[in-house]
Every structure is written in structure tokens, then in C-alpha cells.
């Protein structure tokens, strides 16, 4: 069994940046593939970025901005986010594959673990 505790989201204003952190258990959390996912109002959740056997691989439409990092000793996964929008207001859902498997791609096939979110407010 795995948790996962997302903190760090709040009410920002636009251009403004926010850090995201996931706290994770389990003793192997080097060989997990971690990842951040959001799901707007209305809106249909979305991978934002992955972490995967020394990987990043970002949605496209959010590099540049957003980036994810993971500090392993700390069993922890961050997401940096910088030019904020309004159109980036939602809740921040942090997942883990603990498969061991690889895989390339933003997405959250094979996520088995999830926390339960953090809400980015971004104001104009």
C-alpha cells in the first residue's frame, strides 16, 4: 500500500508561480513512476508530467511552465509551476505506477496509486 499526500496548492494570481509537493510511503519509491495530473472545473483530467526511469516527459502544451522533479532519499515529487493562468485553476492530483515498468509517455495508464489533490486557484 502506497499514500500519497499532495500539499502546497493555494489561491495565486496570474504570472505568479506555485511549487507542488507529493509525499510518498513505500520503500521503493526510486523505481516507481511518478506523475502529476490536474483536472479542471468541467474538464476532463489531464496528465501535466511524468517521471519515469530518469525521464521527464511533460504534456506539450504546459513545457516551458511546468516542470517536475522528484527527490528520491526524500521519497518526495514536486511540480514546479511558473507563469500561472487562470486556465491553469484545478485540482492537482499526484499518482505513482509502482509497476517498475517504464514508460515513456504522459499519461496515467497503469497510475495504481493516487493522492487526493490539491486545488490551484489562479486569479486574474
Known amino acids: 500500500q502506497v499514500q500519497l499526500v499532495e500539499s502546497g496548492g493555494g489561491l495565486v494570481q496570474a504570472g505568479g508561480s506555485l511549487r507542488l509537493s507529493c509525499a510518498a510511503s513505500?520503500?521503493?519509491?526510486?523505481?516507481?513512476?511518478m506523475g502529476w495530473f490536474r483536472q479542471a472545473p468541467g474538464k476532463e483530467r489531464e496528465c501535466v508530467a511524468v517521471s519515469s526511469g530518469g525521464g521527464i516527459y511533460s504534456a506539450d502544451s504546459l513545457k516551458g511552465r511546468f516542470t517536475i522533479l522528484r527527490v528520491n532519499p526524500a521519497n518526495t515529487v514536486y511540480l514546479q509551476m511558473n507563469s500561472l493562468t487562470p486556465e491553469d485553476t484545478a485540482v492537482y492530483y499526484c499518482a505513482a505506477d509502482t509497476s517498475g515498468y517504464l514508460r515513456a509517455r504522459c499519461d496515467d495508464y497503469g497510475m495504481d496509486y493516487w493522492g487526493k489533490g490539491t486545488l490551484v486557484t489562479v486569479s486574474s
Open positions: 513505500g520503500r521503493a519509491f526510486s523505481s516507481y513512476r
